[in-house]
């Protein structure tokens, strides 16, 4: 009886690993179907932070002098073998290109500080998945206008190539945070406030970072996690990201390690996607979301910072439930706040729209025992592109109208999972036209009209919001919040 049985699991087993073989070569051999790969694609850059090579206790004027090296190594290996033609002309990577960042007056791929003239607080502040510092500089210089030091970090692999994250790991990341962090620390002066600031991938950084802070007297813990388009759970498929080194290793299939290769005309982000960079992202977020609820079972979690954190209701790139799930509802703090921006709801575009998304919302404003305030941005009638914010405090079953003199631009369905740290104005995401000799072309009002399949990069990639048209209410209560554990920290030193 036992034997029939184990060679029925042994013929199923077989099958299965056949089933994945299969699949495996299918989608390898559709890898091959993607554009070229170029040098930035194929390329090393010894130079960048590794934590198994440099560690983790180097100060940050030692990783920014490996930085530096590793700019030059960009500059020597990438920009000097570009070709001169009319091609690759908005080619970040062109040396008199329009969009190379290195001929804009401040490349900020590159981490840096802004010091105000009194320092009244620290920040860390960390970017998102193929971004760079670039994506918080305007949160940067409303916390620098504010008195608090800022250090934009650059986290390897990023701001240079695609390829840098093509072999980075979660650890070389959370390696350079801590490096971030005692800087931050040393800048910031004693008895002020630490502020940790996250965007997507970052913002899981920022909680594992605090996640390990918890009861470890040799990690300074920060008094206030500020997190826009939170990274806490993305796709399960990133679980079997890795597959792809069973084939990829054959020069015949090596863009099968490449989720996509696309033209790298943004300054600022990578346009291509390694698979690793999504693997490492899914490990990260399990990491989080494990800790998360190991701390809360324990009972752990009462010195776990206050979080603030923005988020589109509609978003592509990660899951927008996972940070109620994940983190709102392990965490039992009255000061914690969620501000969600909803879709645009006037009738005549509603019609055009797959899902009025109104689950969560509805879990949400119906409840009256949430232990955190919840913001809601959203038309004021289905009428009217007039926003107001909803507000909902902590174990409230009301929600107040507040006013905030914002509209929806015209043509605009809902935000993205890009938009939220960007101001309308920016120069490159933004809705206005570059600044002469300051930026290159702007990304954000461009309005493609065509045939299909002419264009080299996706269309849907081009017609995705890049900038937020509320965030005047993402700086009002980043603001609010920094003037908060400023006076908080006056009041403890006196």
Same mark, same amino acid.
């Given at each position: ?16 690993? +056949? ?54 190594? *960009? ?25 190379? %960042? ?11 500080? *802004? ?51 093509? &072999? ?42 605090? *996640? ?38 054959? %020069? ?19 346009? &291509? ?38 988020? &589109? ?82 174990? &409230? ?38 600044? %002469? ?5 702007? *990304? ?33 209560? +980043? ?16």
């Amino acid at each position: 009886m036992i034997r029939p049985i184990i060679k029925w699991v042994l013929r199923a087993f077989i099958t299965l690993l +056949i089933l994945i073989a299969i699949i495996i070569l299918v989608r390898a051999f559709g890898a091959r179907q993607m554009a070229d790969l170029d040098i930035w694609h194929t390329v090393n850059l010894e130079s960048e932070f590794r934590t198994d090579r440099d560690g983790d206790q180097i100060t940050f004027d030692t990783y920014r002098d490996i930085e530096a090296r590793l700019f030059e190594e *960009l500059n020597q290996k990438i920009v000097r073998r570009v070709p001169a033609d009319a091609e690759f002309r908005i080619n970040r990577y062109h040396p008199d290109g329009l969009n190379n %960042p290195a001929t804009f007056p401040r490349n900020w791929n590159r981490s840096y500080e *802004l010091i105000p003239p009194a320092i009244g607080g620290g920040a860390l502040l960390l970017h998102g998945l193929t971004d760079s510092p670039y994506s918080l500089r305007k949160v940067a210089q409303v916390l620098a206008a504010e008195g608090v030091y800022v250090l934009g970090l650059r986290l390897p692999g990023h701001g240079t190539i695609p390829a840098g994250i093509r &072999s980075a790991t979660r650890d070389d990341w959370l390696a350079a945070v801590r490096i971030g962090v005692r800087q931050v620390m040393l800048r910031k002066g004693a008895g002020t406030p630490f502020f940790i600031v996250g965007y997507s991938n970052g913002a899981a950084l920022a909680l594992k970072y605090s *996640l390990e802070a918890v009861g470890n007297s040799n990690l300074a813990a920060p008094d206030q996690l500020i997190l826009l388009s939170p990274a806490v759970a993305v796709t399960p498929f990133g679980a079997f990201a890795d597959w792809h080194k069973t084939v990829s290793y054959i %020069p015949f299939f090596r863009k099968f390690r490449w989720q996509n290769i696309g033209p790298e005309y943004d300054p600022f982000k990578y346009n &291509s996607f390694p698979k690793n960079a999504g693997l490492q992202t899914y490990q990260l977020t399990t990491a989080v979301q494990k800790q998360m609820g190991t701390l809360r079972n324990a009972g752990r979690l009462s010195s776990f910072p206050p979080v603030i954190a923005f988020q &589109s209701l509609v978003d592509d790139t990660v899951r927008t439930d996972a940070i109620v799930d994940y983190v709102f509802n392990k965490l039992d703090n009255p000061q914690n706040e969620l501000v969600l921006f909803d879709i645009n709801r006037q009738a005549d575009t509603r019609a055009f729209l797959k899902s009025d998304h109104l689950d969560l919302l509805g879990r949400l404003e119906g409840r009256d025992d949430l232990t955190y305030r919840l913001g809601v941005i959203s038309n004021l009638t289905a009428d009217s592109r007039m926003v107001v914010a909803r507000i909902k405090a902590a174990r &409230s079953g009301e929600m107040q109208t507040i006013a905030i003199g914002l509209h929806w631009p015209a043509g605009i369905f809902s935000l993205s999972h890009v938009a939220i740290p960007f101001p309308p104005d920016d120069a490159i995401y933004g809705r206005r036209l570059p600044q %002469p000799g300051k930026f290159g072309i702007n *990304l954000g009002s461009i309005e493609p009209r065509g045939e299909r399949g002419l264009l080299r990069t996706s269309f849907e990639q081009l017609m995705r919001l890049r900038y937020n048209p509320f965030f005047p209410y993402v700086e009002r209560r +980043i603001i609010e919040t920094v003037r908060k554990q400023i006076e908080k920290s006056g009041k403890k030193n006196r």
